[in-house]
């Protein structure tokens, strides 16, 4: 392998398990293995159910930082120079609803029903946008390393 090589594949397997992104991670799981479509189902129809949700979750995970990396790459060079101003700016933000939360606030957020879907259970969907969520939330530890990546 060439370390340029090398080193996308090491960026791409950390991303998951960074901090900021890690505690998404439980949450993952256990929406996974309690889904109520799967009680009492037979081992090999919950395996290929774990495996649909795993690999819609990637996707997902794996398309965000995807589109990501081609905006920056694309042009938007500016974000390179903006990044420690970014990071800061997510950390302070992070800091703010930290302490709202510490205060005894309680933050929600209401997202809109995807008609037709099941409200029970796990659905492609619902595990892509998971996907979408968890890079979300790695990107502000994720980034530096998806930048030495891409420069």
């Known amino acids: 392998m060439t370390p340029l090589l090398t080193l996308a594949f090491v960026a ?11 505690a998404l991670l439980p949450a993952w799981i256990t929406h996974t293995l309690d889904d109520p479509s799967s009680h009492g189902a037979p081992a090999p129809i919950r395996v290929l159910r774990a495996m649909r949700a795993g690999a819609a979750l990637s996707l997902g995970f794996a398309g965000t930082l995807a589109l990501a990396g081609l905006l920056i790459s ?4 500016w974000i390179i120079q903006a990044a420690p101003a970014l990071g800061f700016a997510i950390g302070i ?7 709202a939360m510490l205060a005894g606030r309680s933050l929600s957020l209401r997202l809109p029903r995807i008609p037709g879907r099941a409200t029970e259970g ?3 969907t619902r595990m892509v946008g998971f996907g979408v969520g968890y890079a979300a ?8 390393v998806l930048l030495a990546v891409i420069a």
Do not use: I
């Open 12 to 22: 791409g397997m950390v991303a998951p398990v960074n901090p900021c992104g890690f």
């Open 74 to 77: 694309a042009g938007a060079r």
């Open 93 to 99: 933000v992070l800091l703010l609803l930290g302490a």
């Open 122 to 124: 796990l659905t492609t």
């Open 137 to 144: 939330a790695s990107m502000s530890c994720t980034f530096g």
